[in-house]
């Protein structure tokens, strides 16, 4: 009796599994704990806090990065709305302030024409596998979600012409709204930015 119970719950698992997902959705907000890796050049990988508000329309990373040859902790914060970047770099006593506009794309994957190609597994998590081939760019595109959350866990992307590729990994994920505050540079500090 137990071992046809065990068999039944493991076929219903199956199932449910293998049915096709619904098409991923790229959250409205979060915050988390990312790790890009660039694997055609011999930049080491980079570890940072990622904020996302699509109500503000804006991101904010926290991390360690190299600024005037030194590392330093650095807030970035992306106001898409007036495409403003503004740099906040931290060393021991010292603050200093910039802004300048937006110069770069931040990864908002539009998720609409991704295939689904099963389930993968990261760091052991099953995870849904998608995937867009873009022949006319030279772009593949690959997205995994966690099955339970259906939240991001890991981002591929490579460019063959350009001949680059990186990946985003997702340690840790929290789907929800963050202190607006958040994306606001203190007043006594935002006093001292300058243009860059």
Known sequence: MQASIIIFLSLLVLAVVSQTPTQPIWPRYFSASV?????NNREPPRFFRWFYDSAKN???????????????????????????????????????CYYRSINSTLPKPNLTNLQYIGVALIDDLPVYHWIENDRTRGVTFQYYETIRYREPKRI????DREGRSETWLFYEFDSCSQDPELYDVPLFIRATCTSF
């Open 35 to 39: 790790a890009q890796h660039h694997y």
């Open 58 to 96: 804006k991101d904010r990373f926290d991390g360690i990065v190299d600024f005037a040859d030194e590392r330093v902790w650095a807030q970035a914060i992306f106001d898409h709305a007036i495409q403003r970047e503004t740099v906040v770099f931290f060393q021991q006593s010292t603050v200093s």
């Open 156 to 159: 591929d992307v490579s460019n």
